[in-house]
């Protein structure tokens, strides 16, 4: 559990004498520039939003500031000042802003749930029926896995899910699963769960949407005479007729060999083949021999 | 064909605490849409993630109409960029030497 202290003030930029206004409007001003929703998918700013709205949690509470300016840098001696004050039994009719869209449960530090007892500490000072909190996490696939559609469970605040991934997912797309996100407030529905998903490279087959891109050694005796080579694809292995005299870096294209297009099944993109030539090395003084020959007839 | 969930606007406003106002207001600057039925006004439940957000800048963060929907029209372009920018990053990746 990692507490280190946390310096309210000065995450909300103002010193200890700032008055209840001042707090107000340095939270206003950083809120308005980290709030999640007017940052979307920025994990520092949220990181940063968290932080200002618990530093806000504390100042703008007359009893809680006490407490904070008293015990802050000491909070491990909390407790003890728990018991002597019996703090959680006071109330308080403050009114402060509620930035409840991106606050839930777990939002808090370590450090304010040591002080203040977790975000049950928080107050709440609209009593509205909001959605959930929506969750944000990263799923990491490799191309075979996005080939086909096939079901994965996940664990997300402790409960497990069991999501089908359809085929042809591509890296970085985002899904949203409907419902699995935080609880609601106060009766409001559950907010959603957005998987994005990441999907490194393949070390033989690149992908460029549906299309997938491949390179094939071929020999030179090959890529002059022609001849039939077999290559393997995501479908399986495939057995190709090489034109004579093909060029070093040609293409060819193999329809409906490539990716499978999302949520259009039995659709598929393309596979496009390069052709490196590869030089024969090690020649015996004959091979080298009948070379010179050759590179002597006229082409 | 799909099942439309709709919220009566009323109860909409009176579960979040907000003036039924806020909403029209919403609706005349083509933020919003809202269906009406027998003379009752509706919000189609696809909207009210959007919804929530606009309540969010408006009452806790103390941004007027005409803020919001040059937020929203910006937020808008950040979603296009951004899905722009993991289209080119795929496409990078095509030229990355492993």
Known sequence: MNMNFLDYYKILGIDKTATPKDIKS??????????????PNDKDAKRNFQQINEANEVLSDPEKRKKYDQYGKNWQHAEEFEKAKQYQQQSSNYQRPDYSGAQSEGDFSDFFESLFGGSAGARRSRQAN????????????????????????????????????????????????????????????????????????????????????????????????????TIDTLKGKVKLKVKPETQNGSRIKLKGMGFPIYKNEGHFGDLYVTYFIKIPTNLT?????????????EF | MQTEYLIEVDKFCASHNIEISFISSLEQNGLIEIITIQ?????????????????????????????????????????LMQDEIIMLKNRLRLYETE
Do not use: C, M, W
């Not at chain 1, 944000?136 to 559609?149: G, I, M, P, R, S």
């Open chain 1, 285 to 297: 003084d004959k091979q080298k021999e009948l070379f010179r020959e050759l590179s002597r007839s």
């Open chain 1, 26 to 39: 340095a939270y206003r001003k950083l809120a308005r520039k980290y709030h999640p929703d007017l940052n």
């Open chain 1, 130 to 229: 909001y959605r959930g909190q929506d969750f944000n996490t990263e799923l990491h696939l490799d191309l075979l896995d996005a080939f086909k559609t096939h079901k994965q469970t996940l664990t997300v605040n402790g409960k497990y899910i069991r999501i089908t991934i359809p085929a042809g997912i591509e890296n970085g797309q985002t899904i949203k699963i409907p419902g699995h996100g935080g609880h609601g407030v106060n009766g409001g529905p559950n907010g959603d769960l957005y998987i994005t998903f990441s999907i490194p490279n393949h070390p033989d087959i690149k992908r460029l949407g549906n299309d997938l891109y491949t390179k094939v050694d071929l020999d030179l005796f090959k890529a002059v005479l022609g001849g039939e080579i």
């Open chain 2, 39 to 79: 003379e009752t006004g509706f919000i189609d439940s696809g909207q009210l993630q959007q919804l929530e957000k606009y309540i969010r800048f408006y009452y806790e963060l103390d941004i007027n109409l005409e803020g919001i929907e040059t937020i929203t029209h910006l937020l808008r372009r950040i979603d």
